[in-house]
């Protein structure tokens, strides 16, 4: 009966929509310091000239990445009816939409960060990349967030602290880019990783599959793998160009790696949620 007052429930502000709000807050102050800091565009280090990406592999580059705003919508889609039909209630079906919404907003600040880079990928600080990493761990939060069924004090203690990693990240980001120094970027993936671990904990605890763990090996191990293999590889627009290196492991970082795991997930929880209803639709249907 609770759940079900829970789901059909019409009232907008509440306590719990209080607390969101609140830990939205404490991110978004962050991002407000880090916007009257930052550039927007990446200064360049040298008088050089900038090697850009044209041809096959640019237009690669820009697929993969548009390739998101289509599988995107499609996870919104099949997340909102799965978690329906499995009976979660609407204010955490909202988190997982608002979650996979925030992604495209990160997707859309990386392509604007590489239009300012030419489509070649260099490491930099600027208010485009960090938008990116800014919407990507608010989007895992919120995703994860949407995997719950009940809210705990434990739950809401994890929001606190991933709001406020929000905020240290965006502390030290501006930090980073004055000493020129990426290592001030290593909490921002540490802060990726805990998120990515709670949102895989809370899949498996939904849908009770091993394959959930796919998800991580694609959207974090693989995607990090060639990420290395950029760092190391990719060159230097400047002084050691590298395009079919850089554009290469570029578009196998998120085709193979982000993309990837977005989309195992999506057909987990397509799987969990909506095939098994379809099949009793079509079993119902031949009597």
Not at 13 to 20: D, R, V, Y
Not at 54 to 69: A, E, M, N, P, Q
Not at 105 to 117: F, L, N
Not at 230 to 245: M, R, S
Request: aromatic fraction near 16%.
């Amino acid at each position: 009966m609770d759940k079900l007052k829970d789901r059909t429930n019409s009232k907008i502000f509440s306590i719990e929509l209080g607390f969101i709000a609140l830990c939205f807050f404490i991110g978004l102050a962050g991002f407000a310091y880090v916007l009257t800091i930052l550039p927007g565009i990446a200064e360049s280090t040298t008088d050089q000239s900038r090697t850009c990406i044209t041809g096959g592999w640019k237009l690669g580059l820009i697929i993969t990445h548009v390739l998101t705003f289509g599988l995107i919508p499609l996870a919104m889609r099949i997340f909102y009816q799965s978690l329906n039909n499995i009976g979660f209630p609407l204010r955490t079906i909202f988190a997982s939409q608002l979650g996979l919404a925030f992604i495209m907003v990160a997707i859309a600040s990386e392509i604007g960060w590489h239009v300012t880079q030419c489509w070649y990928y260099q490491n930099d600080f600027t208010i485009l990349n960090f938008m990116f990493y800014f919407f990507l761990i608010s989007a895992f939060t919120l995703w994860s967030d949407g995997l719950i069924e009940k809210t705990t004090v434990i739950t809401k203690l994890i929001n606190i602290v991933f709001a406020i990693s929000l905020l240290i990240v965006s502390i030290l980001y501006p930090l980073g880019y004055e000493a020129s120094n990426d290592n001030f970027k290593v909490p921002i993936y540490i802060a990726l990783t805990l998120v990515f671990s709670v949102l895989t904990y809370r899949g498996y605890k939904v849908l009770q599959d091993w394959k959930i763990i796919l998800v991580p090996i694609f959207s974090v191990g693989v995607n990090l793998s060639f990420v290395f293999l950029l760092d190391k590889f990719g060159g230097n627009p400047y002084t050691d160009p590298q395009v079919l290196y850089n554009a290469l492991f570029h578009i196998l970082h998120d085709l193979l790696g982000t993309e990837a795991g977005v989309a195992i997930f999506t057909w987990l929880i397509y799987m969990k949620g909506i095939a098994p209803e379809n099949i009793k639709q079509k079993l119902a249907n031949q009597k």
